[in-house]
């Protein structure tokens, strides 16, 4: 099946860094990669749509500055927290659009983002 | 907006018995409709899908049901193993502007007692 890696799986920084979570799509092209937010036992919220080669579309709330997001190749999407504050801890999940099916959504394995 | 609503949000049985997650949707545009599985610490897994132009689909002990009219679907899970707890997550997704951006249930945690 499809793979989508994502890096790294838990990092802990001190707050007023950066931090930046890579995303692959391993065995297939996506021109959309989806970035998502995760509190516990809560659901999925999206923060941003993110499309090869042109700006990210961001979800209302969701702070453009402080969440960069750069796809600059059909299988790499990244996102950086910028100046990461003890609030941005949280669950990182990625996800990729199989561009072939432009419908089957793979996700990462989520990035756990402690910031002390 | 589509907005999905997903029952339980708990579900707990024995080993051998059958789970059913329920979702609904709103928007009658979806026509795409996944379901993941997510394990604790881990990212969701893609497990099964339906399109709207299929009443049913099965995958060994898992199985979707869809129905248009009703706008609703279920995951039935038959035979279940501890291995099969987890967080399962509904979702329905509509062609917008030619690409398709899913909805999520807020979850079900199925807990399997062996």
């Known amino acids: 099946g499809a793979v989508v890696s994502q890096h790294p799986s838990r990092v802990i920084c001190k707050s007023g860094t950066s931090v930046k979570i890579e995303c692959r799509s391993l065995?297939?092209?996506?021109?959309?990669m989806f970035w998502y937010r995760q509190f516990p036992k809560q659901s999925l919220m999206l923060m941003a749509t993110?499309?090869?080669?042109?700006?990210?579309?961001?979800e209302q709330g969701v702070e453009k500055d402080k969440f960069l997001i750069n796809h600059a190749s059909l299988t790499l999407s990244t996102l950086t927290v910028t100046s990461a504050h003890p609030e941005d801890s949280s669950f990182y999940i990625c996800?990729?659009?199989?561009?072939?099916?432009?419908?089957?959504?793979?996700f990462g394995s989520g990035t756990q983002l402690s910031v002390l | 907006g589509e907005n999905v609503e997903q029952h339980p949000s708990t579900l707990s049985v024995q080993e051998g018995d059958s789970a059913v997650i329920k979702c609904t949707y709103s928007?009658?545009?979806?026509?795409?409709f996944p379901w993941y599985k997510q394990e604790l610490g881990k990212g969701p897994q893609l497990i099964i899908d339906?399109?709207?132009?299929?009443g049913e689909k099965k995958d060994q002990r898992i199985a979707v049901t869809l129905n248009k009219t009703a706008k609703h679907f279920s995951l039935h899970i038959t035979e279940t193993q501890p291995e099969d707890s987890a967080v399962y997550f509904c979702?329905?997704?509509?062609?917008?502007?030619?690409?398709?951006?899913?909805?999520f249930g807020r979850g079900t945690s199925l807990i399997v007692h062996p």
């Open positions: 979702a329905a997704s509509a062609a917008s502007g030619g690409s398709y951006i899913p909805t």
């Open positions: 339906i399109r709207s132009n299929v």
């Open positions: 996800s990729a659009r199989d561009t072939a099916t432009n419908e089957k959504l793979f």
């Open positions: 065995d297939f092209q996506a021109t959309t």
């Open positions: 928007d009658s545009a979806s026509n795409y």
């Open positions: 993110s499309n090869e080669g042109s700006k990210a579309t961001y």
